[in-house]
Protein backbone atom coordinates (compact mmCIF):
# COMPACT_ATOMS: atom_id res chain seq x y z
CA UNK A 1 0.00 0.00 0.00
CA UNK A 2 3.02 2.66 0.98
CA UNK A 3 4.87 1.19 -2.44
CA UNK A 4 2.45 3.44 -4.77
CA UNK A 5 2.83 6.75 -2.97
CA UNK A 6 6.37 6.29 -1.05
CA UNK A 7 7.40 9.71 -1.68
CA UNK A 8 4.94 11.14 0.90
CA UNK A 9 6.68 9.20 3.46
CA UNK A 10 10.08 10.40 2.98
CA UNK A 11 10.76 13.74 4.83
CA UNK A 12 11.75 11.82 8.46
CA UNK A 13 13.40 8.69 8.05
CA UNK A 14 14.27 7.13 11.24
CA UNK A 15 16.87 3.99 11.55
CA UNK A 16 17.10 2.64 15.04
CA UNK A 17 18.04 -0.24 16.46
CA UNK A 18 16.87 -2.78 19.17
CA UNK A 19 19.07 -1.28 22.05
CA UNK A 20 18.02 1.19 24.82
CA UNK A 21 18.73 4.49 24.37
CA UNK A 22 18.74 7.23 27.02
CA UNK A 23 17.42 5.08 29.16
CA UNK A 24 14.31 4.41 26.40
CA UNK A 25 13.39 0.84 24.61
CA UNK A 26 13.52 1.31 20.55
CA UNK A 27 9.43 1.03 21.08
CA UNK A 28 9.19 4.45 23.38
CA UNK A 29 11.74 6.00 21.14
CA UNK A 30 9.92 4.97 17.86
CA UNK A 31 6.36 5.96 19.66
CA UNK A 32 8.10 9.25 20.72
CA UNK A 33 9.79 9.69 17.41
CA UNK A 34 6.27 9.38 15.22
CA UNK A 35 4.73 11.58 17.81
CA UNK A 36 7.42 14.21 16.80
CA UNK A 37 6.94 13.68 13.15
CA UNK A 38 8.72 10.70 11.96
CA UNK A 39 7.38 9.25 8.65
CA UNK A 40 9.32 6.54 8.09
CA UNK A 41 10.88 3.66 9.96
CA UNK A 42 13.82 0.86 9.63
CA UNK A 43 14.51 -1.62 11.64
CA UNK A 44 18.11 -2.09 11.36
CA UNK A 45 19.61 -4.40 14.02
CA UNK A 46 22.66 -6.55 13.62
CA UNK A 47 23.67 -7.85 16.83
CA UNK A 48 20.30 -8.98 18.94
CA UNK A 49 19.37 -12.60 18.53
CA UNK A 50 16.75 -12.67 15.56
CA UNK A 51 14.23 -14.44 18.04
CA UNK A 52 14.49 -10.96 19.79
CA UNK A 53 14.37 -9.11 16.72
CA UNK A 54 11.21 -10.85 15.75
CA UNK A 55 9.83 -10.06 19.33
CA UNK A 56 10.50 -6.40 19.67
CA UNK A 57 9.78 -6.26 15.74
CA UNK A 58 6.30 -7.22 15.64
CA UNK A 59 5.69 -4.31 17.90
CA UNK A 60 7.71 -1.94 16.17
CA UNK A 61 5.99 -2.97 13.26
CA UNK A 62 2.11 -2.59 14.85
CA UNK A 63 3.03 1.15 15.84
CA UNK A 64 4.06 2.32 12.49
CA UNK A 65 0.93 0.44 11.02
CA UNK A 66 -1.15 2.58 13.83
CA UNK A 67 0.25 5.37 12.66
CA UNK A 68 0.09 4.38 9.27
CA UNK A 69 3.37 5.11 8.28
CA UNK A 70 5.72 2.55 6.40
CA UNK A 71 8.04 -0.08 8.89
CA UNK A 72 10.59 -1.74 6.74
CA UNK A 73 13.57 -4.38 7.67
CA UNK A 74 16.91 -3.75 7.36
CA UNK A 75 18.92 -6.63 5.13
CA UNK A 76 17.18 -9.71 5.90
CA UNK A 77 14.31 -10.03 3.70
CA UNK A 78 13.26 -13.07 5.54
CA UNK A 79 12.53 -11.18 9.26
CA UNK A 80 10.65 -8.76 7.21
CA UNK A 81 8.09 -11.41 6.28
CA UNK A 82 7.83 -13.05 9.21
CA UNK A 83 6.97 -9.38 10.49
CA UNK A 84 4.66 -8.97 7.74
CA UNK A 85 6.71 -5.75 7.31
CA UNK A 86 6.15 -3.19 4.31
CA UNK A 87 9.59 -3.95 2.47
CA UNK A 88 13.08 -4.43 3.04
CA UNK A 89 16.27 -1.54 3.15
CA UNK A 90 18.94 -3.88 1.43
CA UNK A 91 22.30 -2.22 1.11
CA UNK A 92 24.72 -3.05 -1.47
CA UNK A 93 25.96 -6.57 -0.33
CA UNK A 94 22.83 -7.57 0.87
CA UNK A 95 20.56 -9.33 -1.17
CA UNK A 96 19.86 -7.59 -5.12
CA UNK A 97 16.69 -5.31 -4.69
CA UNK A 98 15.65 -7.85 -7.45
CA UNK A 99 16.29 -10.75 -5.77
CA UNK A 100 14.77 -8.94 -2.55
CA UNK A 101 11.35 -8.60 -4.57
CA UNK A 102 10.99 -11.68 -5.80
CA UNK A 103 10.74 -12.80 -1.86
CA UNK A 104 8.47 -9.89 -1.22
CA UNK A 105 6.13 -9.53 -4.18
CA UNK A 106 4.98 -6.08 -6.07
CA UNK A 107 3.58 -4.44 -2.63
CA UNK A 108 6.15 -4.02 -0.69
CA UNK A 109 8.92 -1.23 -0.99
CA UNK A 110 12.38 -2.28 -1.60
CA UNK A 111 15.23 0.88 -0.81
CA UNK A 112 18.34 0.76 -1.30
CA UNK A 113 21.82 2.24 -0.08
CA UNK A 114 24.06 3.76 -2.52
CA UNK A 115 27.20 5.66 -1.79
CA UNK A 116 28.55 6.60 -5.20
CA UNK A 117 27.19 7.08 -8.53
CA UNK A 118 28.12 3.54 -9.78
CA UNK A 119 26.44 2.06 -6.84
CA UNK A 120 23.04 4.36 -7.62
CA UNK A 121 22.92 3.37 -11.09
CA UNK A 122 22.84 -0.64 -9.71
CA UNK A 123 20.36 0.42 -7.33
CA UNK A 124 18.30 1.66 -10.07
CA UNK A 125 18.86 -1.49 -12.22
CA UNK A 126 17.46 -3.51 -9.23
CA UNK A 127 14.64 -1.87 -9.05
CA UNK A 128 14.74 0.56 -6.14
CA UNK A 129 11.78 1.96 -5.22
CA UNK A 130 13.69 5.33 -3.34
CA UNK A 131 17.60 5.81 -2.31
CA UNK A 132 19.47 6.16 0.81
CA UNK A 133 22.51 8.26 -0.45
CA UNK A 134 25.42 8.97 2.01
CA UNK A 135 27.21 9.43 4.51
CA UNK A 136 26.72 12.79 3.66
CA UNK A 137 28.26 13.72 6.70
CA UNK A 138 30.60 12.16 8.71
CA UNK A 139 28.86 9.40 11.60
CA UNK A 140 29.87 7.39 14.15
CA UNK A 141 26.62 5.09 14.01
CA UNK A 142 27.13 3.11 11.53
CA UNK A 143 31.29 1.36 11.53
CA UNK A 144 30.87 0.87 7.90
CA UNK A 145 29.26 3.63 6.68
CA UNK A 146 32.34 5.05 4.81
CA UNK A 147 33.88 8.16 4.51
CA UNK A 148 31.80 11.59 4.26
CA UNK A 149 30.87 11.81 0.40
CA UNK A 150 28.76 15.20 0.93
CA UNK A 151 26.00 16.65 -0.93
CA UNK A 152 27.07 16.52 -4.30
CA UNK A 153 25.67 12.99 -5.38
CA UNK A 154 22.70 13.40 -4.20
CA UNK A 155 22.78 16.42 -6.62
CA UNK A 156 23.39 14.20 -8.85
CA UNK A 157 21.47 11.43 -8.39
CA UNK A 158 17.95 13.29 -8.12
CA UNK A 159 19.28 15.29 -11.49
CA UNK A 160 19.41 12.00 -13.29
CA UNK A 161 16.46 10.05 -12.19
CA UNK A 162 13.58 10.71 -10.98
CA UNK A 163 13.32 8.74 -7.46
CA UNK A 164 12.82 9.81 -4.22
CA UNK A 165 15.75 10.27 -2.23
CA UNK A 166 16.54 10.48 1.22
CA UNK A 167 20.14 11.62 2.43
CA UNK A 168 21.69 9.76 5.33
CA UNK A 169 24.99 9.99 7.59
CA UNK A 170 25.52 12.33 10.38
CA UNK A 171 22.89 15.01 9.25
CA UNK A 172 21.29 17.31 11.97
CA UNK A 173 19.24 19.99 12.62
CA UNK A 174 22.21 22.08 11.52
CA UNK A 175 22.87 20.85 8.60
CA UNK A 176 19.58 19.37 7.60
CA UNK A 177 18.37 22.43 5.33
CA UNK A 178 22.07 21.57 3.16
CA UNK A 179 20.66 18.65 2.24
CA UNK A 180 17.30 19.71 1.43
CA UNK A 181 19.25 22.43 -0.52
CA UNK A 182 20.20 19.47 -2.56
CA UNK A 183 17.26 18.02 -3.76
CA UNK A 184 16.96 15.68 -1.05
CA UNK A 185 13.08 14.34 -0.67
CA UNK A 186 13.77 13.62 2.86
CA UNK A 187 16.25 12.99 5.88
CA UNK A 188 17.03 9.70 7.36
CA UNK A 189 18.67 9.89 10.58
CA UNK A 190 19.72 7.52 13.68
CA UNK A 191 20.93 9.78 16.65
CA UNK A 192 19.51 12.90 16.01
CA UNK A 193 16.82 11.11 17.50
CA UNK A 194 17.25 8.46 19.24
CA UNK A 195 20.26 9.55 21.04
CA UNK A 196 18.38 12.78 22.15
CA UNK A 197 16.94 13.53 25.54
CA UNK A 198 13.56 14.17 23.74
CA UNK A 199 12.82 12.08 20.67
CA UNK A 200 9.70 14.03 20.06
CA UNK A 201 10.87 17.23 20.69
CA UNK A 202 14.21 16.11 18.20
CA UNK A 203 11.69 14.34 15.33
CA UNK A 204 9.60 17.92 15.80
CA UNK A 205 12.25 20.35 15.02
CA UNK A 206 13.94 17.92 12.39
CA UNK A 207 9.92 17.73 10.66
CA UNK A 208 9.99 21.57 10.66
CA UNK A 209 13.31 21.79 8.93
CA UNK A 210 12.46 19.64 6.60
CA UNK A 211 8.89 20.66 6.03
CA UNK A 212 10.02 24.21 5.54
CA UNK A 213 12.73 23.40 3.09
CA UNK A 214 10.59 21.12 0.93
CA UNK A 215 8.66 24.02 0.55
CA UNK A 216 11.49 25.94 -0.51
CA UNK A 217 12.16 23.86 -2.92
CA UNK A 218 8.51 23.08 -4.47
CA UNK A 219 8.85 27.28 -5.07
CA UNK A 220 12.15 27.13 -7.18
CA UNK A 221 11.87 27.89 -10.62
CA UNK B 1 12.97 -35.38 -0.45
CA UNK B 2 15.64 -35.16 1.69
CA UNK B 3 13.61 -34.15 4.97
CA UNK B 4 11.62 -37.79 5.14
CA UNK B 5 15.03 -39.42 5.22
CA UNK B 6 17.60 -37.45 6.76
CA UNK B 7 19.37 -39.92 8.83
CA UNK B 8 20.92 -41.00 5.75
CA UNK B 9 22.47 -38.13 4.95
CA UNK B 10 24.58 -37.40 8.24
CA UNK B 11 27.70 -39.30 8.32
CA UNK B 12 30.13 -36.79 6.78
CA UNK B 13 28.49 -33.35 6.96
CA UNK B 14 31.04 -30.44 5.30
CA UNK B 15 30.69 -26.65 6.52
CA UNK B 16 32.07 -24.63 3.70
CA UNK B 17 32.57 -21.16 3.23
CA UNK B 18 33.05 -19.40 0.00
CA UNK B 19 36.82 -18.41 0.35
CA UNK B 20 39.83 -19.94 -1.29
CA UNK B 21 41.17 -22.65 0.80
CA UNK B 22 44.93 -24.06 -0.57
CA UNK B 23 44.20 -22.90 -3.96
CA UNK B 24 41.22 -24.32 -4.63
CA UNK B 25 37.51 -22.38 -5.01
CA UNK B 26 34.79 -23.51 -2.63
CA UNK B 27 32.81 -25.48 -5.44
CA UNK B 28 36.54 -27.56 -6.20
CA UNK B 29 36.56 -28.48 -2.99
CA UNK B 30 33.14 -29.38 -2.48
CA UNK B 31 33.21 -31.52 -5.54
CA UNK B 32 36.24 -33.43 -4.10
CA UNK B 33 34.65 -33.60 -1.05
CA UNK B 34 31.82 -35.38 -2.65
CA UNK B 35 33.72 -37.35 -4.52
CA UNK B 36 36.08 -38.37 -1.50
CA UNK B 37 32.25 -39.37 0.29
CA UNK B 38 30.62 -36.04 1.96
CA UNK B 39 27.06 -36.85 2.30
CA UNK B 40 25.62 -33.37 3.30
CA UNK B 41 26.86 -29.89 2.39
CA UNK B 42 26.50 -26.67 4.31
CA UNK B 43 27.18 -23.43 3.04
CA UNK B 44 27.93 -20.71 5.98
CA UNK B 45 29.43 -17.53 4.86
CA UNK B 46 29.14 -14.77 6.99
CA UNK B 47 31.49 -11.77 5.44
CA UNK B 48 30.85 -12.20 1.46
CA UNK B 49 28.63 -9.93 -0.27
CA UNK B 50 24.80 -11.63 -0.82
CA UNK B 51 25.57 -11.47 -4.62
CA UNK B 52 28.15 -13.33 -4.89
CA UNK B 53 26.71 -15.98 -2.04
CA UNK B 54 23.51 -16.24 -4.79
CA UNK B 55 26.20 -16.25 -7.79
CA UNK B 56 28.20 -18.83 -6.27
CA UNK B 57 25.33 -20.80 -4.10
CA UNK B 58 23.98 -21.84 -7.13
CA UNK B 59 26.74 -23.68 -8.34
CA UNK B 60 27.04 -25.73 -4.85
CA UNK B 61 23.15 -26.29 -4.95
CA UNK B 62 23.67 -27.82 -8.41
CA UNK B 63 26.71 -29.97 -7.57
CA UNK B 64 24.84 -30.93 -5.06
CA UNK B 65 21.65 -31.63 -6.57
CA UNK B 66 23.61 -33.75 -9.34
CA UNK B 67 25.03 -36.14 -6.81
CA UNK B 68 21.53 -36.59 -4.83
CA UNK B 69 22.58 -35.16 -1.42
CA UNK B 70 21.38 -32.11 1.08
CA UNK B 71 22.54 -28.72 0.45
CA UNK B 72 21.62 -26.17 2.86
CA UNK B 73 22.12 -22.46 3.43
CA UNK B 74 23.21 -21.09 7.21
CA UNK B 75 21.33 -18.60 9.08
CA UNK B 76 19.71 -17.09 6.15
CA UNK B 77 16.22 -17.98 5.54
CA UNK B 78 15.87 -16.03 2.54
CA UNK B 79 19.13 -16.81 0.51
CA UNK B 80 17.83 -20.80 0.86
CA UNK B 81 14.90 -19.65 -0.75
CA UNK B 82 16.23 -18.15 -3.24
CA UNK B 83 18.83 -20.78 -3.92
CA UNK B 84 16.48 -23.37 -3.69
CA UNK B 85 18.41 -25.07 -0.90
CA UNK B 86 17.38 -28.07 0.61
CA UNK B 87 16.54 -26.10 4.05
CA UNK B 88 18.47 -24.21 6.54
CA UNK B 89 21.08 -24.77 9.41
CA UNK B 90 20.04 -22.11 12.36
CA UNK B 91 21.96 -21.37 15.55
CA UNK B 92 20.74 -20.29 18.98
CA UNK B 93 20.89 -16.61 17.85
CA UNK B 94 19.43 -17.18 14.06
CA UNK B 95 15.61 -17.70 12.98
CA UNK B 96 14.06 -19.91 15.59
CA UNK B 97 13.57 -23.20 13.65
CA UNK B 98 9.47 -23.09 13.84
CA UNK B 99 9.71 -19.79 12.01
CA UNK B 100 12.30 -20.60 9.14
CA UNK B 101 9.77 -23.42 8.98
CA UNK B 102 6.81 -20.86 8.09
CA UNK B 103 8.94 -19.70 5.37
CA UNK B 104 10.34 -22.60 3.93
CA UNK B 105 7.35 -25.08 4.59
CA UNK B 106 7.30 -28.73 5.38
CA UNK B 107 9.56 -30.22 2.60
CA UNK B 108 12.74 -28.44 3.52
CA UNK B 109 15.36 -29.10 6.20
CA UNK B 110 15.82 -27.48 9.22
CA UNK B 111 18.54 -28.06 11.43
CA UNK B 112 19.95 -26.32 14.07
CA UNK B 113 22.96 -26.40 16.83
CA UNK B 114 22.77 -26.81 20.19
CA UNK B 115 25.88 -26.15 22.58
CA UNK B 116 24.07 -27.34 25.87
CA UNK B 117 21.11 -29.49 27.15
CA UNK B 118 18.82 -25.98 27.17
CA UNK B 119 19.34 -25.20 24.06
CA UNK B 120 19.00 -28.74 22.81
CA UNK B 121 15.59 -28.92 24.30
CA UNK B 122 14.62 -25.39 22.60
CA UNK B 123 16.08 -26.86 19.27
CA UNK B 124 13.88 -29.59 19.75
CA UNK B 125 10.65 -27.57 20.32
CA UNK B 126 11.63 -25.58 17.21
CA UNK B 127 11.15 -29.12 15.36
CA UNK B 128 14.64 -29.58 14.51
CA UNK B 129 15.14 -32.49 11.99
CA UNK B 130 18.91 -32.93 12.77
CA UNK B 131 21.19 -31.12 15.67
CA UNK B 132 24.48 -29.87 15.22
CA UNK B 133 26.13 -30.59 18.49
CA UNK B 134 29.18 -28.77 19.83
CA UNK B 135 31.91 -27.45 19.99
CA UNK B 136 32.87 -30.85 20.98
CA UNK B 137 36.47 -30.11 20.81
CA UNK B 138 38.68 -26.77 19.86
CA UNK B 139 38.25 -25.46 16.95
CA UNK B 140 39.73 -21.88 15.65
CA UNK B 141 37.39 -22.26 12.19
CA UNK B 142 34.71 -20.97 14.42
CA UNK B 143 35.39 -17.56 16.22
CA UNK B 144 31.94 -17.71 18.15
CA UNK B 145 31.91 -21.46 18.77
CA UNK B 146 32.33 -21.28 22.38
CA UNK B 147 34.68 -23.85 24.63
CA UNK B 148 34.43 -27.08 23.50
CA UNK B 149 32.57 -29.63 25.27
CA UNK B 150 33.30 -33.14 24.47
CA UNK B 151 31.02 -35.66 23.75
CA UNK B 152 29.02 -35.54 27.51
CA UNK B 153 25.96 -33.64 25.49
CA UNK B 154 26.52 -35.52 22.29
CA UNK B 155 25.79 -38.91 24.32
CA UNK B 156 22.89 -37.15 26.32
CA UNK B 157 21.36 -35.96 23.62
CA UNK B 158 21.22 -39.27 21.86
CA UNK B 159 20.05 -41.01 25.24
CA UNK B 160 16.66 -38.51 25.51
CA UNK B 161 15.56 -37.99 22.11
CA UNK B 162 15.50 -39.59 18.72
CA UNK B 163 17.08 -37.45 16.42
CA UNK B 164 19.63 -37.57 14.34
CA UNK B 165 22.98 -35.78 15.51
CA UNK B 166 26.45 -34.69 14.22
CA UNK B 167 29.25 -33.55 16.46
CA UNK B 168 30.99 -30.48 14.82
CA UNK B 169 33.79 -28.50 16.24
CA UNK B 170 37.46 -29.80 15.84
CA UNK B 171 37.00 -32.83 14.46
CA UNK B 172 39.83 -34.48 12.82
CA UNK B 173 40.53 -38.36 11.99
CA UNK B 174 41.77 -38.81 15.15
CA UNK B 175 39.09 -37.72 17.30
CA UNK B 176 36.35 -38.90 15.06
CA UNK B 177 36.16 -42.32 16.76
CA UNK B 178 35.31 -41.02 19.92
CA UNK B 179 32.79 -38.82 18.58
CA UNK B 180 30.95 -41.66 16.93
CA UNK B 181 31.39 -44.30 19.70
CA UNK B 182 29.37 -40.95 21.81
CA UNK B 183 26.21 -42.00 19.69
CA UNK B 184 26.73 -39.25 16.96
CA UNK B 185 25.28 -40.37 13.47
CA UNK B 186 28.14 -38.13 11.67
CA UNK B 187 30.43 -36.11 12.26
CA UNK B 188 30.45 -32.35 10.75
CA UNK B 189 33.57 -30.67 9.65
CA UNK B 190 35.59 -28.34 8.21
CA UNK B 191 39.20 -27.22 8.30
CA UNK B 192 39.65 -30.83 8.37
CA UNK B 193 38.48 -31.13 4.60
CA UNK B 194 38.78 -27.55 3.41
CA UNK B 195 42.27 -26.79 4.86
CA UNK B 196 43.89 -30.64 3.61
CA UNK B 197 45.92 -30.60 0.25
CA UNK B 198 43.82 -33.34 -1.13
CA UNK B 199 40.28 -32.63 0.71
CA UNK B 200 39.18 -36.09 -1.46
CA UNK B 201 41.50 -38.56 0.37
CA UNK B 202 40.96 -36.46 3.54
CA UNK B 203 37.26 -36.98 3.29
CA UNK B 204 37.20 -40.36 2.51
CA UNK B 205 39.44 -41.20 5.32
CA UNK B 206 37.27 -39.25 7.46
CA UNK B 207 34.62 -41.51 5.71
CA UNK B 208 35.62 -45.03 6.32
CA UNK B 209 36.21 -44.00 9.80
CA UNK B 210 32.60 -43.13 10.68
CA UNK B 211 31.27 -46.21 7.98
CA UNK B 212 33.38 -48.19 10.59
CA UNK B 213 32.15 -46.82 13.72
CA UNK B 214 28.82 -46.62 12.73
CA UNK B 215 28.95 -50.60 11.83
CA UNK B 216 30.22 -50.83 15.65
CA UNK B 217 27.52 -48.89 16.95
CA UNK B 218 24.81 -51.07 15.35
CA UNK B 219 26.58 -54.03 16.88
CA UNK B 220 26.40 -52.81 20.35
CA UNK B 221 23.65 -54.51 22.28
Redesign the interface.
Known sequence: MFRKNIHSYMPLYLVLGLHEQEGRSALEIAREAIAGGVTFVQLREKNA???QV?EQGIQLRELCRNHGIPFVVND????A??LDADGVHVG?????GL??R??LGDDKIVGISAGTLEEAEWAMEQGADYLGVGAIYATFTKQDAGAAIGTDLLREVKGRWNIPVVGIGGITRGNAPEVMAAGADGIAVVSAITKQSNPQIAASELRGIVDKNRLLNQQLP
Chains 1, 2 share one sequence.
Request: charged content about 35%; hydrophobic content about 45%; aromatic content about 0%.
Open positions: PLRLRVDVILQDDLPEAKL
